[in-house]
């Protein structure tokens, strides 16, 4: 699990705020938290993203899905949804990547453990 990334229902008191970037430079992400990495179908999954403030999209991927994270403000990149029943042969693990670009598309990429696991796993 990368250095920067938490487990977490809330965020911390210590989240730290976007840094300040030229908007040439690499995105960074500063900070992700994730509500679980071993998630449930059709159980609520959030997460939200910290990062500089020249980031102009975050992606979330697997193999199986990707979507691009809600930006309510500058640096800051939030989503929730519900994971939606998948085929049986889908319920594994997967490399989650996730993908800052700044605006002229150069990118910086976290790869974090992830499982996508059925209704009675636990």
Known sequence: ?????????????????????A???????QAVRFSSVDVALGTEWS????ASSNTASVEI????FDFSVPRPAIGKF????????????FVRAY???IIARN????????????????????
Request: net charge negative; glycine share 4%; hydrophobic share 45%.
């Open 103 to 122: 605006t002229a598309g150069e990118k910086v990429e976290e790869d974090v453990p992830f499982r996508i696991h059925g209704r009675n796993s636990f």
């Open 23 to 29: 908007p040439d430079a690499l995105p960074q992400i």
């Open 61 to 64: 991927a697997t193999n199986l």
């Open 95 to 97: 490399p989650l990547r």
């Open 1 to 21: 699990m990368p250095s920067n990334v938490i487990v977490a229902e809330r965020i911390p008191a210590s989240w730290p705020t976007p840094l300040i970037a």
């Open 47 to 50: 997460g939200e993203i910290v």
């Open 78 to 89: 939030v989503f929730q949804f519900r994971m939606i029943d998948v085929p049986p042969f």
